[in-house]
């Protein structure tokens, strides 16, 4: 499979109703190949983030360019084949509960299938020992043939990752993909994901709650708060003081000075909080 896309998002703003900020002003380069945790408060743009890279939402004002297209410029038919080259994997997997688990994987492989293949597995799944090496990545495979309604919102969780898995994007958007998860099993999941990732050369862009996780498996972390990145640094040039600011309570006052703000010699700089008008 060919390495992974690169993505640059442009001094993006997002507005979801009324007039504050989902996105606000952001600026965010992603190299082929590289992964990235992205974390935050509730509310601090994520999700949005992530739908605006996977050219589910469109940024107004600002861009977005995904393998040096601009999506939003493309015809429908060059949009979907873009399409076809990334997952947007969501928090909550959409899985029909009378659906069975090989099939709720292979949904992953529909892209790539002409409709006769789509429409033929639904009989026959004709992957399904893809779907089961994907499901054993999570330790899933004894639930290949089970009715995704007798699974635990957990499971659920797993097999939305192996359906990541088994789409083979060269572009992985994966939101919050360890909240129904034990930390045994999360750091497990999390693990086989960006080692699959790796492995594939993917770019894998994921938003987590789990700081300590984000830190322990990524070599870049992008701080979001109110639609802004408040940093975007490596796990080691991440202090404790950092995280703090992050999720402060809005009403706390913040009486830090610009120290963590101010980009040294070879680091990225940072973003301030931008105000929306």
Known sequence: MPGGL???????????????????DL??????????????????????????????????????????HDPWALSTAALRRLRRRLFIGPQAPPLPPRQRVVHAVLAGRVPQWSLGKALGSLVHPGEARLARDALSTFSLEHKLWSHVDRLSGGERQRVGLARALVAQAELLLIDEPLS??????????????????????????????????????????????????????????????????????????????????????????????????
């Open 6 to 24: 690169s993505i640059s998002v442009q001094r993006a703003f997002v507005r979801h109703g009324g007039a504050r900020c989902a996105l606000c």
């Open 27 to 68: 600026t965010l380069d992603v190299a082929p190949g590289e992964q990235i945790a992205l974390i935050g408060p509730s509310g601090a743009g994520k999700t949005t983030l992530l739908a605006v890279m996977g050219a589910a939402q469109r940024p107004e004002p600002g861009s977005v360019s995904i393998d040096g």
């Open 180 to 277: 129904a998860l034990d930390p045994a099993l999360g750091r497990q999941a999390l693990r086989a994901l960006i080692d699959a990732a790796r492995e594939s050369g993917a770019t894998l862009v994921c938003s987590l709650h789990h700081v300590e996780f984000a830190l322990e498996n990524f070599g870049r972390i992008v701080g979001l708060r109110d639609g802004s990145a408040l940093f975007d640094r490596a796990p080691a040039q991440i202090s404790a003081s950092d995280i703090e600011r992050l999720y402060r309570d809005r009403d706390q006052p913040d009486g830090s000075q610009d120290a963590g703000d101010t980009a040294g010699p070879g680091e990225r700089r940072e973003a301030r909080p931008a105000r929306c008008f």
